[in-house]
């Protein structure tokens, strides 16, 4: 088992920066990676790090303004946004994969936080 503890969301205008962390506790696991889900829409891959390397992928709409990274000591992973729109407004999660593997799908990923909301005003 993993419990996975987000922190950090909040209110913020357009333009600005926030960061959300995710506090990991019980087995090891491979691989951390986030995901939002705005209302109505489905939940999308947003990006993962492979917890040994610290190798980061990401998905389009956010590459260039997010940034993920873990420290290992704390057992936690960040999510820093940078230039948020209001399009980023959702529910963020944290989530972690056991096996090896970056997958971008949710159903890959084993363990869930119990999600934290971020908004973006305009």
């Known amino acids: 088992q993993v419990q996975l503890v987000e922190s950090g969301g909040g209110l913020v205008q357009a333009g600005g920066s926030l960061r959300v962390s995710c506090a990991a506790s019980?087995?090891?696991?491979?691989?951390m990676a986030w995901f939002r889900q705005a209302p109505g829409k489905e939940r999308e891959f947003i990006a993962t790090?492979?917890?040994?390397?610290?190798?980061?992928y990401y998905a389009d709409s956010v590459k260039g303004r997010f940034t993920i990274a873990r420290d290992k000591a704390k057992n936690t992973v960040y999510l820093q946004m940078n230039g948020l729109k209001p399009e980023d407004t959702a529910v963020y999660y944290c989530?972690?994969?056991?096996?090896?593997?970056?997958?971008?799908?949710?159903?890959?990923?084993?363990?869930w936080g119990q999600g934290i909301q971020v908004t973006v005003s305009s």
């Open positions: 790090i492979i917890w040994s390397a610290g190798s980061t």
């Open positions: 019980g087995r090891t696991f491979s691989t």
């Open positions: 989530a972690c994969r056991i096996g090896i593997g970056v997958p971008r799908s949710e159903s890959a990923y084993d363990y």
